[in-house]
Nanobody, 127 residues
């Protein structure tokens, strides 16, 4: 059974940075596409970023493009999300998600396609 544990959330001022990490265990991370989603109060969960099984192809929501960077470390069984130039509208609970993938470069952006989820980590951007 795959387990995902997020860390790195917290309170940061607008314009600041945070790096979220997700520890993957239970299976080999090499077979999985990993994604980050977020949910703000009163809103639906939304796609943030995803990275392919081989760690080469990445995709980002338009709202975070150019500010966030996703990376996958297959040797350490981890996926990270570096968040720069944070804005108050980035405030949300951030979730790490995983799904098996046959294709080495395939990415999914729909949360319904992901099988495994972490418990979430709170990110608050406020002055």
């Amino acid at each position: 059974q795959v387990q995902l544990v997020e860390s790195g959330g917290g309170l940061v001022q607008p314009g600041g940075s945070l790096c979220l990490s997700c520890a993957f265990s239970g299976r080999t991370i090499l077979s999985y596409t990993l994604g980050w989603f977020r949910q703000a109060p009163g809103k639906e969960r939304e796609f943030v970023s995803a990275i392919s099984r081989n760690g080469i192809v990445a995709n980002y929501a338009d709202s975070v493009k150019g500010r966030f960077t996703i990376s996958k470390d297959n040797a350490r069984n981890m996926v990270s999300l570096q968040m720069n130039s944070l804005k108050p509208e980035d405030t949300a609970v951030y979730y790490c998600a995983a799904r098996t993938s046959i294709g080495y470069s395939t990415i999914w952006t729909e949360d319904s396609t992901y099988n495994y989820w972490g418990q979430g980590t709170q990110v608050t951007v406020s002055s």
